[in-house]
């Protein structure tokens, strides 16, 4: 595919003009990554923001006794690092390629100058601001009142959503990485899928999950229902 018609697939971009979206062909560099490659560090300089043309890209952070708190596991369409895009600051987490990614890259500058000339660009960026924002109050919401078995119920129903089929899905993560992303250890994890997979909620064969009782499911998500 030409940089063109990758840009037109980016949702963020959805209902701008052709000549907007040549105009930011123009400004974007191709880019890719090699599985575990870094693509930016916390606090490196905010030079741009990015779009996945294929590939995951893991969004995290590091506390200073070197543990792993993962934010996003981003997908093919979507968006980072555009928060230093109008903050004109460092990037507030680290990026990496989960798997080898082939991405578009958007130098700042160059958009700001865009966004000048045309300011329709920024109001899809804002929304998109907006959304992630409510994305990282609903992640505290759950790291700080949920319990994990809550916190799993709702990852296992938000994964399960974006699948074709509504009742399974495949994790493309693997354990340690969903424990991190839930605020647990794999051990905890683990115990309570078991204890899922027993009572009749779920089932897992290796990667795939299957929901057996979405009502329990949700309760748990949403009620504090115990296991």
């Known amino acids: 595919m030409k940089l063109l018609d990758h840009i037109v697939t980016i949702p963020l971009f959805a209902g701008l003009s052709r000549g907007q979206h040549e105009a930011l062909a123009r400004i974007t560099v191709s880019r890719s990554y090699r599985k575990g490659q870094t693509i930016f560090s916390e606090g490196d300089e905010g030079i741009g923001f990015y779009a996945i043309v294929s590939g995951r890209v893991k969004i995290f952070k590091l506390s200073p006794e070197g543990k792993e708190q993962i934010l996003h596991m981003m997908r093919p369409g979507e968006i980072f690092g555009e928060v230093p895009v109008f903050t004109g600051r460092e990037y507030p987490a680290h990026a990496e390629a989960h798997n080898n990614s082939a991405l578009l890259f958007f130098p700042r500058n160059s958009f700001i100058e865009l966004v000048k000339k045309d300011p329709s660009l920024s109001l899809n960026m804002l929304a998109l601001l907006s959304r992630r924002l409510r994305r990282f109050a609903a992640l505290i919401e759950d790291l700080s009142l949920k ?58 064969e290796g990667s795939r999950m299957m929901i057996l009782n979405r009502t329990t499911l949700e309760d748990i998500a949403t009620k504090g229902r115990k296991l």
């Open 147 to 204: 319990e994990v078995p809550g916190r799993l119920a709702v990852y296992l129903l938000y994964a399960c959503k974006k699948s074709s089929n509504k009742d399974e899905f495949d994790l493309d993560i693997s354990k340690g990485q969903l424990a991190s992303i839930l605020g647990t250890i794999p051990e905890t994890l683990s115990r309570i899928l078991g204890k899922m997979g027993r009572q009749g909620i779920i089932r897992s």
